[in-house]
């Protein structure tokens, strides 16, 4: 999930996990593409809500 109240447009899950985050020049402001990635890419995606150096990014678990 990603919080675009706080995101500055750092770009940082992009490079961590660019399968499932974009980037919106016209906002500045991170896109979710894939809102639920496969397990497999569950690394990248822990990776990208680590580094957010907004802390904008987190991981909802399914009930």
């Known amino acids: 999930m990603a919080d675009l ?3 500055q447009g750092h770009q940082m899950c992009t490079g961590e996990a660019p399968d499932v985050f ?3 020049d016209d906002t500045d402001l991170v896109v979710v593409t894939l ?3 496969d397990e497999s890419l ?3 995606v ?3 809500v680590k580094y957010c150096p907004a ?3 987190s991981i ?3 009930a």
């Open 5 to 7: 109240g706080l995101c």
């Open 22 to 24: 974009a980037f919106d």
């Open 35 to 37: 809102e639920h990635p």
């Open 42 to 44: 569950r690394p990248q």
């Open 46 to 48: 822990e990776s990208a």
């Open 55 to 57: 802390m904008a990014l």
């Open 60 to 62: 909802e678990e399914e």
